[in-house]
């Protein structure tokens, strides 16, 4: 009975003694738990192009709020934006989305050694930054992206924020310098899907997104602080961009999920058909009846589809029962365009037009940019007919039309503010909607054709917002803020009259 | 098999070193109720020390007896204490045969515990409820889990999907974890299972099922034990002759209520007609002829379709199929004094409500055990197919689910007209079908299919060493692997332009996938019985186990088919996505367990297990749980109470444990998963996960107290148990919701605290007993609650599954869990709605708690009455004091199909019990401002953005089961010489359903959209993902041959 018992005994053990090894199997075989920067910078790059360029995107966000879409018979596709419907689910994934894809990658980067993929996550995420006080005004910031070490992140002024993203932006180019001095620095190739690696264009961009930066600021900011950072850019050498900055990581054309999102969602998806989205939305009868008295046809051409009963839009909010209002009989966006060029067209991110209209205003407010106002202007416009494919930019800004020809324009800012409209419709709207809640302008009338109830200013509403409401300023903090980071999100602004702190 | 298993630990230990050559006293024990011979019967002589026990045969032998007269006592679990006088004299062989009576019914039970130990009730600590074959399968179930449903206090099962093999949730006592799993671990025979591998047993294969209802009765299984267990033993053969036995059953299945539906409007907008709308906001019905669907041009071949302005009844009833079951088992079984069998077949084929939708599925079982010399060889095997064969859940361009293109139709459409979808000269036909948004059901079902095939081995082999008298030695080691295939596809549709501009051309795809996962589990159990002294006796077990579980799944798809309906990944253009997951998990555990026992009538139980498992960090992966239990028999214990005269049972317990609960493989670790649309070219993307991790992430602990009580008056006729006992769960793992902005949208990690208590009573009795009549009852009673203590420093709460629309479940602080919540309306001090006086319309309030979604309490019935052959028994039960959110029905306020959207006939109104601020601070009844948009935008966009308003109360009165049995009197079936026993009864399920009156019907409360997954816990949100609610009835033959 013992050697029984003895025998039991020792079988306990071995399985005890075993276990050790036994138990080393907690190794996920198909998730890596470190990967190298190069396979992170794309991916923050695609996020981006995505956040920009997908159905309800930002450029979405803006053409619905600056009057450029309207919807074809058949659809209830934009009953909130027609309605300013400002809630806190009124795009939403404006905010989750910048912080959980696009600045999460970029963040991975700004923390890597590598000085070249340190930088571009700077940029890049100053690029996401800005955007972020433009549309919520305050925001979580200098506590934000620390994922499990912060949970609540607190929220930082918006002007905080933008000051920061200057110094952001100088320690970038910085880096990128320190970096090219030092040996053996890894290089960046063409997982960069913007610039291939080519660091001195990061650079560029980095002084441009300034230049962006304090466009925004010059209302607020006393001279000095503009001076002194335009001191800054022109101190660098590193100039800025001189192209459209656009996003391609290699997007094919008959592989859902590889297109251009843009052409994917709002155009024609793989399988070639025409998507709901795209049938959807057409131009409004505003901006076709605009394009048309400015002797803008190559530019509306070039966005937006004539059908042979000629070019037709729907105002915003307006009833759209006829039968001549279905997709078929409208102007939706022209494929093989200007704006929907291709399935495998770069995705837009920052237009070189608004650059140049950038510098235009502060060449015209006094500051210290080289170049007078008029060249930057019509500059501006040449890249925008350029951008589009459209010919004829120089008799058109030579036309002798109010806002459009320099000469011929009363009021410089709006002629800046309705090229930059007409210059990122379809692009990157949501820049002229941003610079129309600090304006005021474009001032653009509805010119022969009825609106909806018409904004102070005179730039047409949707005919279903409120009689009593502007178009937003700005958005309503997200749902997920309200269930996840209650005890520091900020109470609701009124989206309609609570201004960020740029146009105060 | 339960008898013999006690049998290996009833020995007694023969203490006796005296030897004198003597007499020996010889004989066999029988069971007075079945005449069955009685192996492992203890039969001493106590003045002697000595005894001997039954073999397998019954028979005893007590060898080296002194010449005298002695008092001779056999004793067993659950049967009266036998004394009799023997005499003896040298050298004299004394037969004395024995016969042990029952002691009182209902307490000659024993407990199948852990590791598929067996214990006498009144050494157990803790509470159980056992279930019989009988009792679970007496209505023809098709799924045991469907046969447990009311019939025992504790458990909850919810069928959480509609469909021809619907989804099961198994709940012990409720939900202890926010995060984790809380679903009860399933044993069969002996060896940890999967609630897969229960969800594919055979129902006629069950000998019993016994529910080990908390934590410290499970604490032997380590990490698995937290939710309690459902202890499955399968039939074994009998030690006599051969058995066939063959069942039959056909039950057909109808749609049981569709929602309350308005039927005062039909298709349009606004106000105005639209042919080829889904929704609902055009003019009252007024029976005229109007056109639906596109207007064709004059060369089509068809003319417009025109149809009556009218309701149709039951317009989408009608689209339902009555479905059928059919079941057949046939099982043989038998054995020898040494050895028994049982093997069984079944079969199960059933088509769905809907049309085309088929389950296939066989069992085959075969257990048997083998006894040679002091070792018994055991095997339980079974092998499981089954075939899959329904509609898709990717319908259309916008992925829809199958359920929501039979509810958006009007009420003026003919539904189950269509069905001709393939002809181009019919109505049916893609491009002529009137809905201009979303297709035909009928050919999403021609079109959309999804199909899956598993195959599963499960079983165990066994060996059992009786080492000496009174020490013996199991082993068992357990497989259970599956494997499946599937293949979902769309067929490709374009569509006229001309005739359904709105309609989107849906892209095809074919998705082939497969997995399988396999789970080994091994044990080894040592188990002693040690008579200490006369009084004290110590009961030990000691054991190991192992547990691996190992998964692979991989699948692929390809898009935009070429070659038409033909349904392979060649067929695909552009690259095909796939994806393969891999996890590996392994436990190893070491146990103790020793029962004390005073005279029998006091038991002191104390367990320990200390586990190491593979998921969490290598330096804290080890942790030992252990347990403490003492029970009490105050009617053996205690003359007074031992003598009231009506009183059988009286017995106490008391218990305490601590269990823990691992995370997930893989779980400790950030990882990177490739990005979705890469790798562009030579270019690949990997993506940070969503959730962070905690570095420090530990265990999750779970405290648990229970006291019972157990009663039998009558001699057992009547029985009361009932139980006590509150749980305490910290350091939950949880998967909590961070602010976005923190970079991840989730964050695995330790919080907060849940706290719960609980209540059962099950209350039995056989109220009458004559001799043809019977009638017994069986009432449960369950109550439970857990509250959240705490989240964390800084949030009071945690989303579960929020949905952005505005509703969801959460685990709040100081409430109960889960908990809805949902966007509601504005009230004023006196409770009022707050409108705004400018358009009349309510306010749209915050999100706010509005309910839990587990119940107050459940009360489940059984009953049964018999006279002579004729058995009528109902299963029927009651939840109440819950809600749930009728997802689904806020998308018919949408489309203007609610009963709510036409409630005001589409005309502004003043909202009831409203007012409006004052200017004051104060409010003021509003009695005349109406709402505005009333026609439909008030519905569509304002109403319906108070979630509050779907929030539903969840009570429900459920005849679960009902069948009509008749044993046809032997008398008439011997003649045939070849039939022994004959049965044919009726049976219905879910016959009746009733609900709160004056609330509008929408589906089932037990739905829930998203089973399985990370938000399992998130009861209590459902309703349109999933077919409506059905019911059954149909007949059972039984045969035994």
Partial sequence: ?504 | MIRKLLSLIACILILSGAVYAQGTVTGTVTDKETGDTFPGVNVVIPQLQIGAATNANGEYTIKNVPAGTYTITASFVGYKKYTAQIQVSDGEKVVHNIVLVPSVVGLNDVVVTAYGISRGKNSVAYQTQSVSSEDLNNAEVTSVAEGLVGKVAGLQINTQTSGVNSQKQILLRGLRSISGNNEALIVIDGSIASQSAFNDLNPNDIKSVDVLKGATAASLYGSNASNGALIVTTKQGDHDGLKVKYNHSTTWREVAYMPDFQSKFGSGWDGVYTPGENTNWGPRFDGQMRRIGPDFPADYPLDNQMVPYAPVKDNLKNFFNRGATAQNTISLSGGNESGSFYLSVGDQQTDGIVPNDEYKKYNFTANGSKELGDVTLGVNASFFKDNKNVVGNNIGAQDRAFYWFVLNNPKEIPLNKYSNWQDPTSYGYPDNYYNAYYENPYWAIGTNRDKSESKRLRGNISASWDIIDNINVTGRLGVNTVSGIGKDYRAAQHYDPQLKPSMTDVPSYVTDSEYQNTQVTGNLVAKGDFQLTEAFGLNAILGSSVETHQYRGSSMTANNLSIPNFFDISNGTGKIDASVNESQKRTFGVFGDFTFNYKEWAYLNVTGRQDFTSTLPSDNNSYFYPSAGLSLVLSKAIPAIGDIPFLSLLKVTANNSTVYKDLNPYQVNETYSQSGSFPFGTINGFYLSGTAIDNNIKKEKLNSTEFGLNTAFFDGRVTFDASYYFTKTTNLITNISPSIASGSTGYLTNIGQLSGNGMEFSLGGNVIEAKDFSWNVNLNYTSYEQKVDEIQPGADEIAIESYNAGYGTYAIKDMVFPQIKAVSYVRDPQGRVVIDPETGNPLIGDLKPMGKTTPDYTLGLNTSVNYKGLTVSATMDYRTGYVYYAQGLDIMEFTGRSIESASANRQNFVFPNSSYPDGNGGYTENTNIPISGGTMDFWQNHYNQIKENYVKDATAFKLRELSVNYSIPVELISKTRVISKLSVGLVAHNLLTILPDGQTKFSDPEFKNTGGGYDQNGIGVGGYLTPPPTRSYGFVVNIEF
């Fill in chain 1, 1 to 504: 009975m013992k050697t029984r018992i003895s025998l039991l005994l020792i079988i306990v053990g071995l399985l005890a003694a075993s276990c050790k090894d036994f138990l080393d199997v907690n190794t996920d075989p198909n998730n890596p738990t470190e990967v190298s920067p190069d396979l992170v910078l794309p991916v923050g790059l695609n996020y981006t192009a995505v956040y920009e360029q997908q159905d309800r995107g930002l450029n979405h966000l803006g053409n619905m709020m600056m009057f450029n879409f309207g919807e074809s018979n058949g659809f209830s596709w934009y009953d909130q934006e027609f309605k300013y419907n400002a809630t806190s689910t009124f795009y939403d994934q404006m905010f989750d989305d910048a912080y959980s894809r696009s600045l999460k990658q970029y963040n991975i980067l700004v923390n890597r050694p590598e000085g070249y993929y340190k930088a571009i996550g700077m940029i890049m995420e100053a690029y996401h930054f800005q955007i972020l006080v433009d549309l919520y005004g305050d925001i979580p910031y200098s506590e934000a992206l620390e994922r499990g070490k912060k949970s609540n992140p607190k929220y930082d002024k918006g002007e905080e924020v933008y000051n920061d993203l200057l110094t952001k932006l100088s320690t970038a180019i910085a880096t990128i310098d320190s970096t090219s001095n030092a040996e053996s620095s890894v290089k960046v190739g063409d997982d960069d899907t913007v610039f291939g690696g080519d660091m001195s264009k990061w650079k560029a961009f980095a002084n441009t997104l300034k230049i962006r930066i304090l466009t925004r600021l010059s209302d607020t900011k006393p001279a000095s602080f503009i001076n002194d950072e335009l001191a800054k850019i022109s101190n660098s050498g590193a100039g800025y961009i001189t192209d459209d900055v656009t996003i391609n990581p290699g997007y094919e054309k008959e592989q859902e999920g590889k297109q251009n999102p843009y052409w994917n969602q709002l155009g024609v998806n793989a399988s070639g058909t025409e998507t709901l989205s795209y049938k959807a939305t057409c131009a409004t009868q505003f901006v076709i009846n605009f394009f048309q008295n400015t002797n803008d046809t190559t530019r509306l051409g070039a966005i937006f589809q004539e059908d042979p009963s000629g070019y037709k839009g729907i105002n915003q909010g307006q009833p759209n029962n006829s039968d001549d209002q279905t997709p078929d009989y409208v102007s939706n966006l022209k494929l093989g365009g200007g704006v929907l060029k291709s399935a495998t067209m770069g995705s837009a991110i920052f237009t070189l037009a608004e650059h140049e209209l950038n510098l235009a205003e502060l060449a015209f407010k006094g500051f210290n940019v080289s170049g007078s106002a008029q060249s930057h202007y019509e500059a501006g416009i040449q890249a925008s007919f350029d951008y589009l494919g459209a010919s004829g930019a120089s008799s058109y800004y030579t036309n002798g039309k109010e806002n459009v020809d320099w000469n011929n324009s009363s009021n410089k800012m709006d002629a800046i503010m309705t090229q930059k409209w007409l210059a990122t419709m379809g692009i990157t709207a949501e820049q002229a909607w941003f610079d129309y809640n600090r304006t005021g302008y474009p001032d653009a009338k509805p010119v022969g054709v009825s609106t909806g109830p018409t904004a102070p200013t005179g730039f047409p509403l949707s005919a279903q917002a409120g009689s009593n409401k502007d178009r937003p300023v700005r958005l309503h903090y997200p749902a997920s803020e309200i269930t996840r980071n209650g005890s520091n999100v900020p109470d609701q602004p009124d989206p309609f009259t609570q201004k960020i702190f740029w146009a105060q």
